[in-house]
């Protein structure tokens, strides 16, 4: 009997295949449906991987499917329902159109890549969609994750899946990764350009409020460089807002069970802005390139309860990046410098190549 295959079955080889190249958007997925075993087997997937949990298996695993799972979907279906939209999830909605603008940017700037969004849990599946781009025939892949700050508990793990994918194919495509763009200016430029036509449109608080995801505390001391990486770019964005250092904070958001996460947090402060007697507060959340539950709910809803019952008075929510157009300018700027050395102007370099055949060829002849 022939052993099972170790790879996944390829076509046959042929020689002359145009070569393409690839883009991979890569966010963090979402429920498939605010539904509470739509969320369970979302939460299952997302918390079991290790790089999100560093708790050791035999002590977490436990935990996870005995108490959190049972406990946490169906309060995290609520949530989702009050923000579900027509389109389904709002994160789903944005990366779906945010890899089609990117795609749509890098064709009008001459480039031929095919750009495929992926989700890390949940669908669409990073291997599907690199099964996807391979079929095309991509042989070049550009992974591109939709987190500006680099963390082991997000970047890493996208590099983990496409890791994972790779071990069970024979041919493989070229692989680059973007681990980092918190510093980019194109894309701080795109978060304060959001930033001023919120102003422009509902007025401007007294105080700008950073609201990033947290990350345990503990990862720092381990040497995850996100906590730096948020305070770069805060600052940065503060810099190019002209604001003074008494005018903006940055804190961190959504903390997950009982461990010490970075601070401050998110919610304690809005409450310290407003007994401080600020009353009128914006808050913006630059490390998420597309609105989800952690903006729209987390921030959005409970975070106006937190800084109104403090006394607080206004409160202005700034949208993420999503697909504001400066944003996929700026995306496409990043490709295009990681995509460097790649052949993205097939007809053109095609074209290049012919011009200068001939040219070579007519100074032949004329020798
Ligand atoms: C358990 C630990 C978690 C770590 C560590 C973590 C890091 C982290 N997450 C994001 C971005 C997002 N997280 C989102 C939702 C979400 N995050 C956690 C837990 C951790 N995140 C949970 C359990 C959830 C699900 C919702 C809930 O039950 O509270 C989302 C939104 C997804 C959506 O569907 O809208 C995003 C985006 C980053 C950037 C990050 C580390 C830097
Ligand atoms: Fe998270
Ligand atoms: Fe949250």
Redesign the pocket.
């Known amino acids: 009997m022939p052993a099972s295959p170790r790879f996944r079955p390829e076509p046959a080889f042929s020689h002359g295949r145009a070569a393409r190249v690839g883009l991979l958007w890569c ?5 498939d449906a605010p539904t509470t075993p739509a ?1 369970r087997r ?2 299952r997937e ?2 079991s991987d290790p ?3 560093e708790i050791p298996r035999a002590a977490w695993l436990p935990l996870l499917h005995g108490v959190i799972l049972p406990l ?2 169906s ?2 279906a609520a ?2 329902a009050g ?1 579900w939209t027509p389109e389904g ?4 909605a944005h990366t779906l159109r945010q890899a089609q603008a990117l795609g749509t940017e890098l064709t009008a700037r001459g480039h031929e890549v095919l750009v495929h969004p992926a989700m890390r849990y949940g669908q669409p599946a990073i291997g599907t969609q690199l099964d996807a781009l391979k079929a095309a025939g991509a042989t070049r892949i550009l992974v591109l994750p ?2 500006p ?1 680099y ?1 082991g ?3 890493a793990s996208v590099v983990d899946a496409v890791s994972a994918w790779s071990a069970g194919v024979r041919t493989l495509p070229e692989l680059r990764f973007v681990n980092r763009y918190h510093d980019d200016p194109g894309y701080i430029d795109a978060l304060a350009s959001g930033i001023e036509r919120h102003w422009e449109a509902h007025g401007r608080g007294e105080h700008l409020l950073m609201s ?5 505390e503990r ?1 720092l001391k381990l040497g995850d460089p ?1 906590h730096c990486e ?1 305070h770069k770019t805060a600052r940065l964005l503060a810099e190019r807002l002209g604001l003074a250092p008494e005018a903006w904070t940055l804190s961190f958001q ?1 903390r ?2 009982r461990a010490k ?1 970075l601070e401050p947090y998110t919610e304690p402060t809005l409450q310290a802005l407003a007994r401080r007697g600020v009353k009128r507060v914006d808050v913006a959340c630059p ?2 390139v ?9 921030i959005g809803l409970e975070g106006k309860q937190a800084f109104l019952a403090a006394g607080g008075q206004q409160y202005g929510l700034v949208p993420c990046l999503n697909s504001a157009p400066d944003w996929i300018g700026a995306l496409a700027d990043l490709a295009e410098r990681h995509l460097q050395g790649w052949p993205t102007r097939a007809a053109a370099d095609a074209q290049a190549l012919a011009a200068s055949r001939n040219r070579a060829l007519a100074l032949g002849a004329a020798d």
Not at 89 to 92: C, D, I, N, Q, R
Not at 290 to 298: F, G, H, R, S
Request: proline share 6%.
């Open positions: 966010n963090l997925g979402t429920p969320v979302y939460l997302f918390l790089r999100v949990v946490r979907s309060k995290s949530k989702y923000i999830s709002p994160l789903m939709a987190y700050q963390s508990t997000t970047t990033f995801h947290g990350v345990p990862t996100y948020c959504s997950f069970g996460w490390g998420f597309a609105d989800c539950l952690e903006t729209l709910e987390e």
